[in-house]
């Protein structure tokens, strides 16, 4: 009797369907189940759009980066006099740029802008599929898609003006392109490659680091060749679409080389220096460095100071970088702890980050509830498939997978962790999950299955851990809403909607007390406190928020702009009122103007109120 072949023994897996060839071939692969997928998701993302510019005020307030990118496209289409068009780029010049093309935006109508933005991420999840499926099954890959798009946080920054979601999908179209150019390496794929990630660099510039160390994988063919005209194309393409950004950042600065924005010197040493908070993401020591439509004057006014001398762009970022690694140097034993908790904060489940922070959004984008997969949770999925001992096919498109995953770790850990920065890693993950779904259907052992599910779960428990920086990432979220509803109301009482502004400033009020319960004593906080309780007429509650802002931070401009319109507000007699300390905030004013907006206005109503 002839011996049976080892494929059909009992227990053996069947021999793996053939790949589907190309991204056309891929989607129809995808059969029903995605195009069941992809319809679901973009209902879902619709909804989110729609709940987030009815429910959450921060869609219509915009602050920091968001109205960064929207005052540059509007200069761009001369709506605004843009101040910062004869200085290089602070932020990355593209995503403004492509706002400049939708309609609406120079009116400041951004709902638009976050529809494409939807439409894009579920077309992106259609590519996860089709790179998913060049390396496991149709049910794996269809798992991985699945992962992907219900992590939350990839929906919820399609509805903010930011950039990374574009980025996210540039980065996952480049990997579906590697994939291609791998099968075939031709010359308009290599092209195609090096335009987008360009591309990604003008959106967020540490893309840069991808740029060479994919060169060598695009110029090798095996056996010592070099293919010249791919790798020719791939550094072509790349370089052509970085020459305006290039020339624009040249001709403002003098001469200076700053390939895509001169902002990365200036967070380096924010994320380094000695007196920053030991923490995983974004706490700056200076709240001047808080307004990014500042920062570049604020970074360069201190630089030159210490030099002596007035620098240029690319001095002024070279300055800092040289007092980071000094930081660094001189204190190295800082420098791993610091590292460590970024390496914590990147693995975990908490959302964080600067002017949109998900884990006190989503509380206001109901939809958003069916979306709950946890980092942590998809984290420790995919050490379980590594366990279990997941294979990835196509090992030689695998370099641009690693290199992006490698480029989300390095700025972690050497600047901090912001939850939009870690997004290219998700389809990552869940493509290892999808692998690891083939792989737990063949013939792997128990004992290896039940340490795969045992690990992989204390790897996701790990992840919910409370980390130092939680409490200020909440008080920061909910500051951020309370100024957005403290914007609303001055709006709403322009337009002699008086009881709708009473309303919204309750809501700021309500939103600082939340902030000061997660973290307490929060300046940010207890200055909108004082704000909203100075518009209500709430003169005692605003004194006593303004009490502790100055015995924390004296001299803080904004508390002594509050201060004086609660003494110009304030009744003889009253216990917020005080004539010689009424005169002595005047004189200070008058001599030492903080800067700040409302100093000149503050000034002349505390001049009236004292007869001045």
């Known amino acids: ?13 069947a021999a793996p369907a053939p790949q589907p060839d190309g991204l056309a071939a891929s989607l129809r692969d995808g059969g029903r189940g995605l195009l069941a997928l992809l319809v679901v998701a973009l209902l879902v993302k619709l909804v989110v759009v729609l709940a987030a510019a009815g429910g959450n005020p921060l869609a219509h307030q915009l602050t920091s ?8 496209a509007q200069g761009l289409l001369g709506v605004l006099t843009d101040p910062l068009a004869s200085e290089p780029y602070h932020l990355p010049p593209l995503y403004p740029w492509l706002l400049s093309l939708v309609p609406g935006i120079g009116q400041g109508e951004t709902l638009f802008v976050h529809l494409l933005q939807a439409l894009l991420g579920t077309a992106t999840l259609g590519l996860v599929f089709a790179f998913a499926r060049a390396r496991c099954s149709q049910r794996g890959a269809l798992v991985a898609t699945t992962l992907t798009a219900a992590y939350g946080p990839i929906s919820f920054f399609e509805t903010k003006l930011l950039g990374d979601s574009l980025a996210f999908d ?36 540490q893309a840069l680091l991808v740029v060479p160390v994919l060169a060598p994988w695009v110029a090798w063919r095996g056996g010592g060749k070099i293919a010249w005209r791919p790798v020719l194309a791939y550094l072509g393409t790349a370089a052509l679409l970085l020459v305006p950004s290039v020339a624009h950042n040249a001709r403002t600065s003098g001469g200076d080389l700053i390939v895509v924005s001169d902002n990365g010197g200036v967070n380096l040493w924010l994320a380094n220096h000695r007196q920053a908070p030991l923490s995983g993401t974004f706490a700056t020591h200076d709240v001047r460095f808080g307004d990014i439509a500042k920062q570049s004057d604020v970074a360069t006014g201190l630089a030159s100071a210490a030099a002596g001398r007035r620098l240029s762009p690319g001095a002024v970022s070279r300055w800092y970088v040289n007092e980071a690694v000094g930081e660094i140097l001189a204190d190295p034993v800082r420098f791993i702890r610091r590292v460590g908790l970024r390496g914590a904060a990147l693995a975990e489940s908490f959302g964080t980050g600067i002017v949109s922070i998900p884990e006190v959004e989503r509380r206001m984008i109901p939809p ?11 984290l420790g999925l995919a050490v379980a498939a590594g366990i279990l001992g997941a294979r990835c096919r196509a090992g030689p498109a695998s370099l641009p997978a690693l290199a992006i995953g490698g480029m989300v770790v390095l700025t972690a850990l050497l600047f901090f962790h912001y939850e939009r920065f870690r997004l290219p890693l998700v389809p990552l993950l869940a493509t290892l999950v999808g692998a690891g779904v083939d792989r737990w259907r063949t ?3 128990s004992r290896r299955r039940v340490a795969a599910l045992g690990i992989g779960s204390v790897v996701a428990l790990l992840t919910f851990l409370p980390q130092p920086h939680h409490a200020v990432t909440l008080a920061n979220g909910w ?41 307490a004593g929060f300046v940010r906080a207890e200055l909108l406190g004082a704000r909203a309780a100075l518009s209500l007429g709430q003169l005692a509650r605003c004194d006593a928020f303004l009490t502790s802002v100055e015995r924390k931070a004296p001299g803080l401009g904004a508390a002594l702009v509050l201060r004086a319109w609660l003494f110009a507000a304030s009744p003889d007699g009253a216990p917020t009122w005080s004539r010689s300390g009424a005169r002595s905030l005047y004189d200070r004013l008058i001599t030492f103007p903080p800067d700040d907006p409302g100093a ?10 004292l007869g001045r």
């Open 600 to 609: 000149t206005d503050a000034t002349a109503a505390l001049g009236d109120r």
């Open 368 to 378: 958003l509830v069916v979306l709950a997969l946890p980092f942590g949770v998809l």
């Open 479 to 519: 500051t951020s809403i309370g100024t957005a509803w403290l914007a609303a109301s001055a709006a709403a009482m322009e337009s002699g909607q008086a009881d709708r502004a009473a309303a919204l400033a309750e809501q700021a009020l309500a939103d600082a007390e939340r902030a000061l319960e997660a973290e």
């Open 170 to 205: 540039l980065l996952v179209a480049l990997l579906v392109v590697a994939d291609g150019f791998a099968r075939r390496p031709r010359v308009p794929a290599a092209a195609l490659l090096g335009g987008l990630i360009a591309a990604v660099a003008l959106l967020r510039p």
């Open 1 to 13: 009797m002839a011996e049976e072949h080892p494929a059909r023994r009992a227990g053996a897996p």
């Open 443 to 445: 013939d792997v052992g």
């Open 65 to 72: 980066d968001r109205l960064y990118y929207l005052t540059r």
